[in-house]
């Protein structure tokens, strides 16, 4: 099929679907997780339909040429794309590294939790016969509070923070689902890319001699590179053993400055300029909580399922993504 408008008429609702094949809909499918989730998904070659807000936007993410087969659909075609999908995976959401508003904090909140019902109305309405098997539902390592001392694993409580509440309704909207449909919850880190996320950020800052540590630097940055992230959903779409709270963070969290220090190490620049704390407060308002106080999580779920890391050190994470050519 192809980027086109999608209709009732133009689904098959999965009667053609090879036996080996899966028809994934993904929320947040622009972001910086779900585009490297369509490369993957695609290059198995699986079916993939993107759940969009913006269908220009979409395609200027995922032009026709390079992504041939791709679905997308606009939020009043979302049903026919979720009727027939083998899976949903729910990655969508306002980034949260920008200064808290009341606006923002509503909209942090909303663009989860609105996203999540409507997406679990629209499984749960689906026909029997057509509807998904599997849900995957994103979800924060934000649950747990913020902490320089304890270490989280999936049975910790959630915090009592803005963030901490954020996930609790977001993953009590997924939770909502059709019990016949496995549903697994990732919490996800910090994930560690070049093309999306905080290392976006740093990276060209520390080419510029500018890049040092934010705050104290001792807070723990529990942290995944964006190719485990992917794996471990693509993991949960195909194994049934991967449902429930799973945590998405590589073994072994790091303290900031170390980070930036590995980081500034594998650059070839020096890690020499840390961001006083009140800059941080004046740029993000409350939102520096994000950067200023951080959380020890472990993976305790994905290592008693045995999934297989690629990246546990940070320093060889770091290196395999400084040296990778951008992806179209």
Known sequence: MSTSPVNSSSIDSGASQK??????????????????????????????????????????????????????????????????????????????????????????????????????????????????KVLISATAIGYYGTSETSVFDENSPSGNDYLAEVCREWEAAALRVNKDVKTALIRIGLVLGKEGGALAKMIPQFKMFAGGPMGSGRQWISWIHVDDMVNLIYEALCNPAYKGVINGTAPNPVRLSELCNHLGSTLGRPSWLPIPEFVLKFALGEGACLVLEGQNVIPARAKELGFAFKYTDVREALRSIVTEKTQA
């Open 19 to 132: 036996a080996d094949e899966m028809i994934v809909s993904i929320t947040g499918a622009t972001g910086f997780i779900g585009k490297r989730l369509v490369q993957k998904l695609q290059a198995d070659n699986h079916r993939v339909r993107v759940l969009a807000r913006s269908r220009s936007k979409a395609l200027s993410v995922f032009p026709v040429k390079d992504y041939p087969g791709l679905e997308i659909a606009e939020e009043p075609e979302w049903g026919n794309c979720i009727q027939g999908s083998t899976a949903v995976v729910n990655l969508a959401g306002t980034p949260v590294s920008q200064k808290w508003t009341p606006e923002i904090k509503k909209d942090i909140m909303e663009s989860r939790t609105k996203v999540t019902s409507k997406v679990v109305d629209l499984i749960n309405s689906s026909q029997d016969e057509l509807c998904p």
